[in-house]
């Protein structure tokens, strides 16, 4: 990690991938409320869902889904506006949303892309859906994903690291939104019970690090910061950590020392996406 956060860690615009149903709902206003804060443009992308032979066999169908879905979209816009939000809306037609996600995110060069997470059993739970995994895979920048529920941020960012590039990068990211807030961070680093005093001393110095680096750019500012290590598996503390210190925000890379391809993320982002109490932004 640099001596100063890195420009990349800057929201400039943010793409919230909207599906006008209730699991969108709290994407959409911590999307807004990102946008206000860091002075982003917010792009919304609604996609209906439909392919050749349908539009050939429901034409009028498709054609009273796209009208409703222009109204929702113009309805948001105002929305936003009326926040002082620079808000562009944009329609797709297809078959996987995914996809109309991941190009637009391309060709806009976009900083963050929003998605909300839907309800899931407890089972369902410990792995991330498809099309979210996808989402966070393929797309050329961060993934914010957030539960129904999620509101904006009004009490603590937790970011977890293992020292690692991808955590790196995570960190630099919280800092800049910790910045823009104004709300404490903590910064977290997790080992393994029956892991040697040297991996223990590491996690301790990846949090020293972390800490020493963001305080000379946070202090000024008179943002709150502290760090912490905890014993257990990674997933299960930075969960409980969540809970515990009441934030409404994890940031973490997609992946950590053990990374082994873009296109996969990592098993513990996966497992906290999918069971974290708030909001998780995975950070590329």
Do not use: W
């Not at 979209?73 to 991941?102: F, N, S, W, Y």
């Not at 999918?274 to 590329?284: E, K, T």
């Amino acid at each position: 990690m640099e001596s100063q956060l890195s420009p990349v860690g800057r929201f400039r615009k943010i793409l919230l991938a909207f599906d006008g149903t209730e699991h969108s709902d709290g994407a959409r206003a911590l999307a807004m409320s990102l946008a206000q804060h860091c002075g982003a443009e917010l792009l919304v992308l609604r996609v209906v869902l439909t392919n050749p032979e349908y539009e050939s066999m429901a034409p009028q169908r498709v054609d009273a889904e796209t009208r409703e879905v222009e109204k929702s979209l113009e309805t948001l816009q105002q929305e936003a506006e009326k926040q002082g939000i620079e808000c562009r809306v944009m329609l797709r037609h297809g078959a996987d949303p995914c996809i109309a996600v991941v190009r637009l995110a391309e060709d806009e060069n976009v900083d963050c892309v929003v998605v909300g997470r839907r309800h899931r059993s407890d089972l369902a739970r410990l792995v991330v859906g498809d099309s979210t995994n996808r989402i966070i895979g393929h797309a050329p920048c961060s993934v914010l994903v957030a539960p129904p529920g999620s509101e904006p941020l009004r009490r603590r960012i937790l970011v977890a690291t293992d020292g690692s590039r991808h955590a790196d990068a995570a960190c630099a990211t919280a800092a800049r939104l910790a910045l823009s807030t104004g709300l404490p961070l903590t910064v977290l680093s997790a080992t393994l019970g029956d892991e040697s005093d040297e991996r223990r001393s590491r996690a301790k110095e990846a949090v020293q690090r972390v800490l020493y680096v963001l305080k000379q750019e946070l202090a000024p500012a008179g943002i709150e910061l502290d760090g912490m290590v905890e014993q257990g598996r990674p997933e299960a503390v930075i969960v409980d950590v969540a809970r515990s210190r009441s934030a409404d925000l994890v940031v973490m890379g997609s992946h950590g020392h053990t990374a082994l391809k873009r296109l996969f993320m990592g098993s513990v982002s996966k497992r906290v996406v999918g069971n974290a109490p708030c909001p998780v932004l995975i950070v590329r």
